[in-house]
């Protein structure tokens, strides 16, 4: 497997309340797919922010807010190469009329790997977390502009990301219970030279072996812990919840 060094994330909402069915049809039996024909793809997964989900976030910036599901890419080098043809294809499948319209992408572009964390009792190496199967994730977005009212901290060893903020967190949700493992993300300098423009963000993404519901609330007290450091500001922190194909009832009238 080779060695991921970007993960390209995209934060996004269903425009029209009745076309999540016809949306997800065509992410996982279509659009998904065409990507591993890439090079420099080594794996995607999508997770749904259901109405119980959307009510449990501690965090949601109304930047964010609307969000329903949230894509990540695993790219691997050559990145720029990847990233070309990546928004080549998506252009490329819009004019064949295989891009879904009703949709909006609230944050998307690519976030460079600056942290992979396992939990000891799961075995598997950090690097191997996003393919082990998971319940769902809990996911952080934050800015990287300091809060104003941020208060400085002495500094500590990171893993060399230039920001020790986001490694502390994870290691601290690495530790509870029901989640496997923890990797951690920021704005890729890449982005704005291909075309995306994310801010200088950081997202950290937590895989959950549990109910993400059930866990979510003890991952809420360490995310709301971080306020009052030099972390940034959180625009999104809540669980999401692993979509298994054919099963797209969560928005449907009366789910």
């Given at each position: 497997m080779a060695k991921v060094v970007v993960g390209f994330f995209s934060f996004?909402?269903?425009t029209d309340p009745t076309e999540h069915r016809s949306y997800n049809e065509w992410h996982q039996l279509d659009h998904m797919p065409e990507q591993y024909t890439l090079e420099g793809i080594v794996f995607g997964q999508r997770w749904v922010s259901t109405r119980a989900c959307r009510r449990a976030r501690v965090y949601d910036d109304p930047a964010l807010a609307p969000i329903h599901y949230m894509t990540l890419y695993l790219m691997s080098e050559p990145v720029d190469t990847t990233l070309?043809?990546?928004r080549a294809l998506g252009e490329s499948l819009r004019r064949a009329d295989r891009f879904f319209e009703h949709r909006r992408?609230?944050?998307?572009?690519?976030?460079?790997?600056t942290d992979k964390r396992a939990a000891p009792r799961v075995q598997v190496s950090a690097e191997a977390i996003p393919y082990r199967p998971n319940r769902g994730i809990y996911v952080v977005v934050r800015s990287r502009i300091p809060s104003p009212d941020a208060v400085s901290e002495p500094p500590v060893a990171s893993s060399g990301t230039g920001d020790d903020a986001q490694p502390r967190l994870a290691g601290a949700l690495v530790d509870t219970e029901g989640v496997a493992g923890v990797w951690t993300f920021a704005t890729d300098p890449r982005s704005d030279r291909h075309g995306w423009h994310p801010g200088e963000k950081n997202i950290t993404v937590c895989y959950l072996d549990e109910d993400p519901l059930t866990v979510a609330?003890?991952?809420?007290r360490l995310v709301q812990g971080a306020d009052g450091t030099q972390w940034g500001v959180p625009l999104l922190a809540g669980p999401?919840?692993?979509?298994?194909?054919?099963?797209?009832?969560?928005f449907d009238e009366g789910a």
């Open positions: 996004t909402e269903v070309e043809q990546f992408s609230r944050l998307s572009g690519p976030f460079t790997v609330p003890q991952l809420d999401l919840e692993t979509i298994t194909p054919w099963c797209w009832d969560w």
